[in-house]
Nanobody, 120 residues
Framework: VQLQASGGGLVQPGGSLRLSCAASGSIFSINGMGWYRQAPGKQRELVATIVGGGITNYADSVKGRFTVSRDNAKNTWYLQMNSLKPEDTAVYYC???????????????WGQGTQVTVSS
């Protein structure tokens, strides 16, 4: 199983980006996933999660600006980031516990990270 994150880049403050995370491989099911970020010199922090039928949760710092969504048919998730601020600069990672067999064997996977830089 691989998680491929993409969509990062350089954007001016106030701008927008949309990140994608595509899961591929021997996937039986994925019930939920999360987006995390890690800024230089800081610990990795949770940004947003989406689970089950679409229940979402956001870090206080991104509420009202970021939206997480998913396309179950494509095993792909998105993070729409609006009104970006310089403090949103970080490497963004996607994470998902993936069930790989009908018996329910589940493993935790991470994408490789995609750099988001917010700067004028």
């Amino acid at each position: 199983v691989q998680l491929q994150a993409s969509g990062g880049g350089l954007v001016q403050p106030g701008g927008s980006l949309r990140l994608s995370c595509a899961a591929s491989g021997s996937i039986f099911s994925i019930n939920g996933m999360g987006w995390y970020r890690q800024a230089p010199g800081k610990q990795r922090e949770l940004v947003a999660t989406i689970v089950g039928g679409g229940i979402t949760n956001y870090a206080d710092s991104v509420k009202g600006r970021f939206t997480v969504s998913r396309d179950n048919a494509k095993n792909t998730w998105y993070l729409q980031m609006n009104s970006l601020k310089p403090e949103d600069t970080a490497v963004y990672y996607c994470n998902a516990p993936v069930v790989v067999t009908p018996k329910g064997n589940e493993y935790d996977y991470w994408g490789q990270g995609t750099q988001v830089t917010v700067s004028s």
